[in-house]
Each structure stands twice: as C-alpha cells, then as structure tokens.
C-alpha cells in the first residue's frame, strides 16, 4: 500500500502535519499539495482546532517541488491557494513550521508561508532558484521581504546562497531555535497558543498581516471593525469571568 503523502495527527486542539515522502526529502508532488491542502482545511473548519504544525519526515523539512513530477507533467500548485494550497491561501488560524534539515525552494516557500518558524540547530534554508535559471515565485520572492529587512532578503533571493539556522534565528526569520528535534519545540509553543482563546487567537492573526497594508487613517478604523465582534463575545465574558473567579477559561470559539 502506498504510504499517504502527508501525515495527520491531532493532539488536542493542535493539528500536525507531517510532510510524509523521506525517500525524495520530502519534495513536494501534486498528492502531497493536495494533502497539505486538505489538511489546512480542516484546521480552519474544526472548531476543536486552534494551531497547526507543518513538519517533515525524518530528517528533511522538505527539498522544494519534486523535479521528476514536475517532467512528468505534474505540478504541486493548486489553482488559486499556491503551492500546496497554503503559500496564496495561506490557513485562517496560526501554522507553525517545525524545520529539521533541508528546508529549500518550494520547501523554504512552505516554511515562509506559516506564520512562526522553529527550527533545530543543523536546519538549512534557502531560495536557490536563480542558480536554475528559475524565480522563487511560490511566495519566496514575496513572503521573505516581508519576514526580514530587504536588503538581507534581496541577498539571499539573488545569490541563491543556504542560510543556516542560525543565520536565520539572528536575521529573526526563525521563531526558537533548538537542539532537539524542532517539532518538539514547535508543539510547546503550539500548546502556549492553545490555551488562548481561539477566536481571538484567529482574529489577532488576521490584524497582523492585514494591517501591514493599512494607511495610518486605516490603522485604528480597520481594526476596531475586526475585534469589535472578539470584544463583543461569550469567550471575552468567559475570560474575564474566569480571571475574576481564579480559574482555566472554557472557551467555546464563540
């Protein structure tokens, strides 16, 4: 039987998802695009969800989109989402990417496409397109300015050159680093994020990346129109309820 291409496991209200190829490094082929794709799917429409994890197999993150598939007419890209559907599209609720290993082209796209990136010490990232005659255009090119200052950014795009994960931990485009394995890591973090409130959490997301566009006239008027609903609803009375009362909030995303 074929082995699936992504792996799923819930704990708790944290989705892992586990890049599931280790004999191509995880490269990235149109059944595990698909998967991933379906996955984030169901982070966003579950409520008992709040965090994901994007993960590689044993000891590669992922080595960019699968070159022999792509000759075979294959592509990871899906129409409207992006390379496997998350790099356009990006889940509603936070992703975390826990990297081991290689981490480069559509493989580093993924990682820059979730929202906070952990890291283990022996991890490499890189965009090396240009030294194929090729353009990161799966949201490297995009994504990376927006992580980090844009001269550094510009540097690593062009010159095509690894980034280790120190270098990126200082460049501050890695989250934790770590010693261990970074899904470890990445699940105490997920576990942090968890406990919050998870409409809350969802909405705190979506002003962040959205306001990066916002005018200064927009600033305060958009954001108020977003969390006026989060400040208006039961888990803001259930926190402050909780908090008066000394106890763990029971929230219910509502």
């Avoid at 949201?139 to 200052?149: D, E, F, H, T």
């Avoid at 699940?187 to 968890?194: E, G, Q």
Wanted: aromatic share 4%; with cysteine.
């Amino acid at each position: 039987m074929k082995p699936a291409p992504a792996l799923i496991d819930q704990n708790g209200s944290v989705i892992v998802i586990t890049l599931n190829r280790p004999e191509a490094r995880n490269a990235i082929n149109q059944d595990m695009a698909h998967a991933v794709a379906a996955a984030v799917d169901r982070l966003d429409q579950d409520p008992e969800l709040t965090v994901g994890i994007l993960a590689g197999n044993e000891q590669s993150f992922s080595s960019g989109m699968d070159l022999k598939a792509f000759l075979r007419g294959e592509t990871p890209m899906i129409e409207g989402r992006g390379l496997a559907g998350i790099t356009e599209t990006p889940p509603k609720k936070p992703l975390i990417a826990a990297v081991d290993g290689f981490a480069l082209a559509g493989g580093c796209e993924l990682a820059l496409a979730c929202d906070m990136i952990v890291a283990s010490k022996g991890a490499t990232f890189g965009l090396p397109e240009v030294k194929r005659g090729l353009i990161a255009g799966g949201g490297g090119v995009v994504n990376l300015p927006r992580r980090i200052p844009r001269g550094l950014a510009m540097e690593i795009v062009l010159t095509g050159e690894p980034v280790t994960a120190t270098r990126a931990y200082d460049l501050g485009l890695v989250n934790r680093l770590t010693v261990g394995p970074a899904l470890d890591e990445a699940m105490k973090l997920a576990d942090v994020i968890a406990k919050n409130a998870p409409l809350a959490v969802q909405v705190s997301k979506q002003v962040v990346l959205q306001s990066q566009d916002w005018s200064l006239d927009e600033l305060y008027p958009r954001q108020n129109q977003l969390i006026g609903p989060v400040i208006m609803s039961k888990d803001a009375q259930e926190g402050a309820a909780a908090y008066a009362e000394k106890r763990k909030p029971a929230w219910r995303g509502e």
